[in-house]
């Protein structure tokens, strides 16, 4: 069974639509994050969601909304996409605490944007 | 906030030979330090950590070092093989609720 698993893989679209990624876990983690990663591979933190509080990160225009239904799932929404949103976008989870440390990463969500 | 630097960009070694790649941090605070391997199309997966309490850690033929004083701490392939070509990240997390902060990445080339 996958551990961490988003959806859709890939992503095509044009400017100015809204689109959402899906995410879910099943390792029973607490805690779920969005993470962006650009051209040159650089990894960067969106938001950290633990089941009672979100955690934005204020260079994220608020045009990104994350939506967590239960702790299991955490959703990526975007609004009015624009062409620097083309990335891949990772999903990740850990368990409670800050201290634990490990992240399981889904396998990506390429978004393309034309 | 954190911030991480990775040296080198990109790395090539021949097989069989070893590899070391290197990062520094800036926040005294952090206190974990991971190394996270990264596969065409595929998610990060964690390859190996260490937290501030220990100097070293080895895992077959994955080692990590860590100079707090320093603030740097560094990744050591021995013997590498075709499979270890990858990005590899390294990242610290300080605890707090921003989460990991992770370097720019190095791609790693192993010629065979």
């Known amino acids: 069974d996958t551990a961490v698993s988003q959806t859709p893989k890939y992503l095509v679209t044009q400017m100015g639509n809204d689109k959402s990624i899906k995410c879910e876990q099943n390792?029973?983690?607490?805690?779920m994050y969005w993470y962006k990663q650009d051209s040159k591979k650089f990894l960067k933190i969106m938001f950290s969601?633990?089941?009672?509080?979100?955690?934005i990160n204020e260079t994220v225009p608020n045009r990104f909304s994350p939506k967590s239904p239960d702790k299991a799932h955490l959703n990526l929404h975007i609004n009015s996409l624009e062409l620097g949103d083309s990335a891949v976008y990772f999903c990740?989870?850990?368990?409670?605490?800050?201290?634990?440390?490990?992240?399981?990463f889904g396998e990506g969500s390429r978004l393309t944007v034309l | 906030g954190e911030n991480v630097e990775q040296h080198p960009s990109t790395l090539s070694v021949q097989e069989g030979d070893s590899a070391v790649i290197k990062c520094t941090y800036s926040?005294?605070?952090?206190?974990?330090f991971p190394w996270y391997k990264q596969e065409l199309g595929k998610g990060p997966q964690l390859i190996i950590d260490?937290?501030?309490?220990?100097g070293e850690k080895k895992d077959q033929r994955i080692a990590v070092t860590l100079n707090k004083t320093a603030k740097h701490f560094s990744l050591h392939i021995t013997e590498t093989q075709p499979e270890d070509s990858a990005v590899y990240f390294c990242?610290?997390?300080?605890?707090?609720?921003?989460?990991?902060?992770f370097g720019k990445g190095t791609h790693l080339i192993i010629q065979p």
């Open positions: 990740a989870s850990s368990s409670v605490g800050r201290d634990t440390g490990e992240l399981f």
């Open positions: 390792l029973g983690h607490d805690t």
């Open positions: 969601y633990n089941n009672k509080e979100l955690i």
């Open positions: 926040d005294s605070a952090s206190n974990y």
């Open positions: 260490i937290r501030s309490n220990v």
């Open positions: 990242a610290a997390d300080r605890g707090g609720a921003d989460g990991l902060t």
